[in-house]
């Protein structure tokens, strides 16, 4: 079992992006330490609206200072402003991590689902329920933004130990280096 680790997961989103920072390592207990939604007005300029977000973002790092940053994977959607919107925000909470030199990590939908409920197919519904009893929460967390970003640091925490593991394994290798040349 791992030392603990400090990651804000972040849902992206123009008009709501949800932010949830959470403490632990695999095979412990989770500890919430933050939670919440960055909104932007829909009639502000896209340029305000990213700059708000931007803002929100570096408070909650400068307030709870991670270690790493879980940002959902944008895939495509029938709607492109809002696979468009979304993939802006994901931008901004990528580069204000990395401008710290925070690592960052992207997980998809499925992902995030599968290690938080056993199921990539979840729906929203059974994702909170399950941020809710993994976090031991008096009640779910809303809006849905905000238990998205919960599980994304969670997902990170559990799935993210493993992928480190072997990324150090990797680079750790001579033959390996040698191959990557």
């Known amino acids: 079992m791992g030392s603990q680790v400090r990651v804000l997961g972040v849902d992206p989103g123009l008009t709501r992006c949800g932010v949830g920072v959470v403490e632990g390592s695999p095979g412990?207990?989770?500890t919430m330490l933050g939670v919440g939604v960055i909104r932007t007005p829909a009639e502000a300029e896209?340029?305000?609206r990213l700059l708000l977000i931007e803002q929100g973002l570096e408070q909650w790092l400068d307030t709870h200072r991670?270690?790493?940053?879980?940002?959902?994977?944008?895939?495509?959607?029938?709607?492109?402003?809002?696979?468009?919107?979304?993939?802006q925000a994901?931008?901004?909470?990528?580069l204000c991590a990395t401008r710290r030199g925070i690592p960052v990590?992207?997980?998809?939908?499925?992902?995030?689902?599968?290690?938080?409920?056993g199921s990539g197919r979840a729906d929203k519904a059974q994702v909170t329920?399950?941020?809710?009893?993994?976090?031991?929460?008096a009640e779910p967390p809303k809006p849905a933004d905000a238990a998205d970003a919960l599980a994304l640091a969670i997902c990170h925490i559990w799935r993210g130990a493993?992928?480190?593991r072997i990324?150090?394994?990797v680079a750790s290798n001579p033959r390996t280096r040698e191959y990557r040349r």
């Open 28 to 30: 412990r207990p989770l």
């Open 46 to 48: 896209i340029g305000q």
């Open 66 to 87: 991670p270690e790493l940053v879980a940002v959902e994977r944008v895939f495509a959607q029938h709607n492109v402003s809002t696979v468009m919107g979304t993939a």
């Open 90 to 94: 994901s931008a901004v909470a990528m």
């Open 105 to 117: 990590t992207l997980h998809t939908p499925s992902e995030v689902k599968a290690a938080v409920t």
């Open 129 to 137: 329920a399950m941020v809710t009893r993994l976090l031991r929460l």
């Open 162 to 164: 493993a992928h480190n």
């Open 167 to 169: 990324a150090a394994a």
